[in-house]
């Protein structure tokens, strides 16, 4: 493990309680330091510590320096401000390039030398839980978030399934006012259907009315046609008859001028024939009136018997 620092690593080992410094070097003189310093702390932990030109003596190493690498070596980050490492050798042991081992013993303040381990494992195990409480409190977070994200989702096909509820209510809406509509216009046509069902069957009836009137006209006109004639022969017969006045009586003076219309005075015969005339100038009128009305009455017949259409 590497710390921060120094361009050059050293390599530092824990191991032992015995105080000590291990020197060697690489036996060939004039190849420089090794690239690493080999540390040991007791009890029993190694970790590595990078090298930096600026070292001499052993009490140039700071504790922030020796903390932040022995943190490094653990997984998690450890609270290692009351631990201190204590040098083995002297401080005024010269850190020299044939160094490779450095020997020191790890203590925890108010805390003694057979408990340091138990102290060590407890600001482990307390960097575990912060790590797993961190990560169950972003997991926590994620699951919040994703139980927004599906919350408003939720939220906005809630939203879309209500608005396409809405339109379709809308439609059918539509869809029963037009079948209500419908409806209403049906049963107004079947009303007339059977108004005109029943004004038909009062036609027929009409129809059927006129025909029988106009049948009774027509007998009647007959037998008036047959009294005309009758009436006409006796007319005939009458004015075919002479006059015995006429062959009497001498011619009748010629009138006086009244200031007043005068009245010829007709014999009791000529008055009957006179108003025979009347009659029969009253009956020809009525006979023509007649005929038209009956003129009339046929072309309405034959009006009603025609197909619609």
Known sequence: FSAHGSPLPVQCKAA???????????????????????????????????????????????????????????????????????????????????TQQLVYKITAKDTGDDRVMLRLLQELEKAYSEKHKKSLEEAKAEMIASSVSFQV?????????????????????????QLQQSQKRLFLLEQEKQQ????????????????????????????????????????RSLEAQPRPAEAAAPPPPPPEPRPSPSWVVLSEEEERIAELE????????????????????AKIFRASDRPPG
């Open 16 to 98: 032992g309680v015995r105080a000590g410094m291990a020197t060697g070097g690489t036996g060939v003189p004039g190849l420089g330091a090794p690239p690493t310093l080999q540390c040991l702390v007791t009890p029993k932990l190694t970790f590595n510590l990078s090298r930096r030109r600026d070292w001499k003596t052993v009490e140039d190493i700071s504790q922030e320096e020796l903390r932040e690498a022995f943190r490094s070596r653990f997984p998690v980050p450890l609270r290692l401000e009351d631990f201190t490492f204590r040098p083995a050798l002297p401080e005024s042991t010269e850190i020299s390039p044939e």
């Open 153 to 177: 989702v939720v939220d906005e096909l809630r939203q879309k399934h209500s608005e396409a509820s809405e339109g379709v209510e809308k439609e059918l809406g539509k869809i029963k006012s």
């Open 196 to 235: 005109m069902g029943k004004g038909l069957k009062g036609l027929d009836q009409d129809n059927k009315k006129l025909r029988e009137h106009v049948s009774h006209l027509l007998a009647e006109n007959a037998a008036l046609q047959h009294r005309t004639e009758s009436l006409e022969s006796a007319t």
């Open 278 to 297: 009347r009659k029969n100038q009253v009956m020809a009128e009525q006979l023509d009136a007649l005929g038209t009305w009956l003129k009339s009455g």
